[in-house]
């Protein structure tokens, strides 16, 4: 019997139902990212510049127009002379290519080299505009996926934001040398991205000739790390398989599926902490121990910094996971 | 019997009821009366021993009240709120079943007849036809005989009732009285029942017991007690009193004043 | 009657649960066939012997430790929930009662989000957070308890709720802001909140299943008492029900045992509602049938939750809390809108 009460029920139901299939869909896609910054959103466009042809080798030239990640060109009259940074990743770059004297401001999440750690602080994954504007910049760097509503803000207040999201290795290293230019410091950054290059080709070559070999990623515990990231990427340069490629970014792993692909190696963070969390939670999940890993005792912590931020020390991640898949290629 | 002892009843700091002292013999109905507010009900839950007093105590039989096992007062004793029962999902039948929770041990089993008991109180209230309708669908004059039946199935000797009639209109108010009075007289009960209307009261109740400003004002048959001196003195109200033309106890006439 | 309704309906649930046992047994992320699934099962009963090297370790390991534990360790939270929810919902007297409405979950997660924000998860192994989740829980229950304590010595049930809300309010947002503290690239704390029976092991079975031998017996025990307390309190002590006493022991159970469910698995919401309303609207308001079957629906329900919640975007996990209330809210509304829900 229909009675009034219940009239609201049914664009009730139906408001369940739409937000039922809006949530479905979006687990189906990219995982959780929060703090440090991994995968993005596709870029419309990569870094560009509409440099003038260089006459004079490795000196810039300005006025300097850019494209960043974003699609957003900024033009830049002199080499910056006051830079804010506020992801990690752009303060290890700038300080690589010798430019850490401009860093005037970074965020909290900035500890490498030692020397960012004393620079300003603008804030951590919510940067504090007030913070930024104090410091008067001529430039801010900033990752355009993790620091989205920062870039906008700071665009709003006319402030020269390049904001990046380079998603490879190659794009990264990309990244150094535009970077390189915007801070005249070419030469700087083209050792650095020489460098990268050099060992990736290392690891490639030397892993050329050997069987891919299965790898478990734990970086967060209970979740693994899919396709399209930085670790999946590092993972399969340096020979390994990522068991958990068949999906797209961080996901929660159901255990069946780990135990079933039997990897050789597991890999998780190192957080400086003895036990560890993970390593512990690894070895007394029941079913576990039959995974060739975790009976050989392949279980390996990794330098986490370096494998998550975009940022010169990529190469030194790739250099650590390739010593752990194929150590036998490294001696 | 009942005695109340020096009763004092007080919500935070406020006296209601300033010592009472009243004795409830067996076998008898007893009505207690008094102004709106004055603590009828809540005497009536002092005199059941779900209410502490403050001061004072309630003897059943020369003990303390406060000192029965809960469930072997109730066998003796069953009390008939003023609210009644509230509509539920559960039957007729499962209502007045639950009468017999004071006499199942853990396992739900009991000596007596239990079923028998419950079957006997729902025809004595005329309930036969409704047995296994849920309470839910029935009428609240229904439901007070429910109530009365869930009564008459714990087999009390003592029944204390709290405003019974006041949403019942006329003829259910008589029904009630009368089937509570007839169950009196065959099973020599103890009936203490807080009453509304004078009138009821009196035409049904042996001994009343007025209840005014927290004290016992007075007490006695109906003749002895319901005088216009103390409904002046009580109630505010002047009144004419005439003598039931059937049973000669005192009934009143209202007065308008203008 | 009573007896015969009773193994009516607790038979025919029953059946459902084995049946759907079997079913949750069968399928799984790692693509096992179903012969290979209980030729392993079958293979593990000490008295059927025969040549158990046709499948590989995996296979096995999957099966027995990963996926047999996975399914009963959902029975049981869902039993447990439910049948802590009837309690909640019988002593309470009210329709929208259930078990964390004095606040059990809100202090189980205060303990849990402590022990991830600080890194301290394994200081006592991997027993910590189900430890320290379960005595925080519990211990929110002796503060609701304590908060409204009358003079006299017994709780009004609006006290409680409203003493319920407020610790509720007072560790909600504790929580909340320990979320926001949380810096991990996954936030450990957020999913935790949202519920979870993967990474669980046999461990997390067995700590349950005291709570349960206990409970179910108990809270039947008060059954009879539960339906007196529809009647109202004062009616219930007036029919020999010591309200108090019964109080206090059925909210301490029903607590205990909600605390446990939510240490294991996080914070796992709808069972304890909705699935003692459902065996209300089918089998009537007595409960000394609410109660037993509640704790066989609430298996029956967190068990199909969670397989969805491991199936349907496999290989990812879906929040079991997520998929509880997704499921959950509408199937309630139907529920409302076929039949009208009785009062208590």
């Given at each position: 019997m229909k009675s009034r009460k219940y009239g609201m029920l049914q664009p009730v139901l139906a408001a369940m139902l739409v937000m039922m299939l809006l949530l479905i869909a979006a687990c189906g896609s990219n995982g959780n990212e929060s703090g440090v910054e991994l995968v993005g959103t596709p870029a419309p466009s990569a870094p560009t510049e509409t440099a003038q042809s260089s006459e004079e080798p490795g000196k810039t030239q300005y006025p300097l127009t850019v494209t960043d990640d974003t699609g957003v060109a900024i033009t830049l009259e002199q080499a910056p002379a006051a830079v804010v940074s506020l992801a990690p990743s752009e303060t290890e770059t700038l300080f690589a290519i010798g430019a850490g004297d401009q860093v005037v401001g970074v965020d909290e999440f900035s500890n490498y080299p030692e020397e960012a750690s004393t620079k300003a602080k603008v804030g951590d994954m919510t940067t504090n505009i007030e913070a930024v504007m104090a410091l008067n910049p001529d430039l801010v760097i900033a990752s355009s996926s993790a620091n989205f509503a920062a870039v906008e803000e700071l665009r709003k207040l006319n402030v020269p934001v390049f904001a990046v999201d380079p998603l490879?290795?190659?794009?990264?290293?990309?990244?150094?040398?535009?970077?390189?230019?915007?801070?005249?410091?070419?030469?700087?950054?083209?050792?650095?991205?020489?460098e990268m290059l050099a060992v990736k080709a290392k690891v490639v070559e030397s892993v050329k000739n050997e069987t891919a070999r299965k790898v478990y990623l734990e970086f967060s515990e209970g979740w693994t790390v899919g396709s399209g990231t930085f670790l999946d990427e590092l993972v399969t340069l340096a020979g390994g398989i990522n068991i958990a490629g068949s999906q797209q970014g961080w996901y929660e792993v159901n255990e069946e599926q780990v135990i079933i692909e039997n990897p050789a190696f597991i890999i998780y963070p190192d957080w400086g902490v003895n036990p560890h969390p993970i390593a512990v939670a690894i070895e007394s999940r029941p079913g576990w121990d039959v995974i060739e890993a975790v009976a050989n005792g392949s279980l390996h912590a990794v330098t986490e910094d370096p494998l998550v931020r975009v940022g010169p020390r990529l190469a030194d991640g790739l250099l650590e996971l390739a010593k752990i898949i194929h150590p036998d290629s490294f001696k | 019997m009942i005695?109340?002892?020096?009763?004092?009843?007080?919500?935070?700091?406020?006296?209601?009821?300033?010592?009472?002292?009243?004795?409830?013999?067996?076998?008898?109905?007893?009505?207690?009366?008094?102004?709106?507010?004055?603590?009828?009900?809540?005497?009536?839950?002092?005199?059941?021993?779900?209410?502490?007093?403050?001061?004072?105590?309630?003897?059943?039989?020369?003990?303390a009240i406060s000192a029965y096992a809960r469930k072997k007062l109730a066998r003796r004793m069953a009390v008939l709120q003023q609210?009644?029962?509230?509509?539920?999902?559960?039957?007729?039948?499962?209502?007045?079943?639950?009468?017999?929770?004071?006499?199942?041990?853990?396992?739900?089993?009991?000596?007596?007849?239990?079923?028998?008991?419950?079957?006997?109180?729902?025809?004595?209230?005329?309930?036969?036809?409704?047995?296994?309708?849920?309470?839910?669908?029935?009428s609240g004059g229904e439901r007070q005989r429910v109530a009365l039946a869930k009564l008459m199935a714990q087999e009390p000797s003592i029944i204390l009732l709290d405003e019974p009639t006041t949403y019942l209109d006329i003829g259910y108010q008589l029904q009630l009285l009368d089937t509570v009075r007839q169950w009196q007289r065959d099973k020599k009960l103890t009936v203490i029942a807080v009453m509304h209307d004078l009138n009821l009261a009196s035409l049904y109740f042996d001994e009343l017991l007025v209840l005014f400003e927290g004290k016992a004002a007075a007490s006695g048959s109906p003749a002895k007690v319901l005088t216009d001196e103390l409904i002046k003195r009580v109630y505010g109200a002047s009144v004419s009193l005439v003598a039931h033309p059937k049973s000669g106890v005192p009934q009143i006439i209202l007065q308008p004043n203008t | 009657m009573m007896r015969h309704k009773l193994a009516g309906y607790g038979g025919a649930a029953l059946l459902l649960l084995a049946v759907s046992i079997i079913i949750s047994l069968s399928i799984g992320s790692a693509g096992i066939s179903i012969l290979d699934v209980w030729g392993i099962l079958v293979h593990q009963l000490p008295w059927l012997s025969y040549d158990g090297t046709a499948w590989e370790a995996n296979q096995i390991a999957v099966v027995t430790q990963v996926r047999l534990s996975r399914v009963l360790l959902a029975v049981?939270?869902?039993?447990?929930?439910?049948?802590?929810?009837?309690?909640?919902?019988?002593?309470?007297?009210?329709?929208?009662?259930?078990?964390?409405?004095?606040?059990?979950?809100?202090?189980?997660?205060?303990?849990?989000?402590?022990i991830i924000l600080f890194g301290y998860q394994i200081i006592l192994g991997t027993w910590t957070i189900p430890l320290v989740a379960f005595v925080t829980g519990a211990v929110t229950l002796f503060g609701v308890l304590w908060l409204s304590r009358s003079k006299g010595g017994g709780m009004s049930v609006e006290t409680l709720i409203l003493s319920g809300v407020i610790m509720q309010a007072f560790l909600g947002a504790f929580v909340s802001f320990m979320v926001a503290m949380s810096d991990g690239v996954v936030n450990q704390i957020l999913f935790w909140l949202m519920g979870s029976l993967a990474t669980r092991s046999w461990d997390n079975v067995y700590m349950l299943v005291p709570f349960l031998a206990l409970g179910i017996p108990l809270l039947l025990f008060y059954?009879?008492?539960?339906?007196?307390?529809?009647?109202?309190?004062?009616?219930?002590?007036?029919?020999?029900?010591?309200?108090?006493?019964?109080?206090?022991?059925?909210?301490?159970?029903?607590?205990?045992?909600?605390?446990?469910?939510?240490?294991?698995?996080?914070?796992?919401?709808?069972?304890?509602?909705?699935?003692?309303?459902?065996v209300r609207l089918i089998c009537g308001p007595d409960y000394r049938l609410i109660i037993p079957l509640s704790a066989?629906?609430?298996?029956?329900?967190?068990?199909?939750?969670?397989?969805?919640?491991?199936?349907?975007?496999?290989?990812?996990?879906?929040?079991?809390?997520?998929?509880?209330?997704?499921?959950?809210?509408?199937?309630?509304?139907?529920?409302?809108?076929?039949?009208?829900?009785?009062?208590?």
């Open positions: 490879t290795y190659d794009a990264v290293v990309a990244k150094i040398e535009t970077i390189g230019t915007i801070m005249d410091r070419q030469a700087a950054a083209a050792e650095v991205a020489s | 005695e109340a002892c020096s009763v004092n009843y007080s919500i935070e700091d406020k006296a209601i009821l300033k010592g009472i002292n009243f004795t409830f013999n067996k076998g008898k109905m007893y009505g207690i009366i008094g102004p709106n507010g004055v603590g009828k009900s809540t005497f009536l839950h002092l005199l059941s021993g779900v209410v502490e007093p403050t001061a004072g105590e309630v003897l059943l039989d020369g003990v609210s009644g029962l509230p509509p539920l999902g559960f039957t007729v039948r499962e209502v007045v079943q639950m009468a017999r929770y004071p006499y199942q041990n853990w396992l739900g089993s009991e000596q007596a007849d239990g079923d028998s008991l419950v079957d006997e109180a729902i025809t004595a209230m005329g309930l036969d036809e409704l047995r296994h309708r849920t309470m839910e669908q029935l | 049981l939270v869902g039993a447990s929930l439910a049948l802590a929810g009837a309690g909640f919902q019988g002593v309470l007297r009210n329709p929208l009662a259930d078990p964390y409405t004095l606040g059990v979950a809100s202090g189980s997660s205060a303990g849990a989000a402590f059954a009879k008492a539960l339906n007196l307390f529809a009647l109202g309190e004062r009616h219930a002590a007036h029919m020999g029900v010591s309200v108090e006493r019964t109080k206090l022991i059925v909210l301490i159970a029903s607590t205990l045992l909600t605390a446990a469910a939510v240490s294991v698995s996080g914070v796992i919401g709808f069972v304890g509602l909705v699935v003692p309303h459902l066989i629906g609430g298996g029956l329900f967190v068990l199909w939750a969670d397989t969805l919640a491991r199936m349907a975007l496999s290989p990812r996990e879906i929040p079991l809390g997520v998929v509880t209330a997704l499921i959950g809210a509408p199937f309630f509304a139907y529920l409302l809108r076929r039949h009208k829900i009785r009062n208590r």
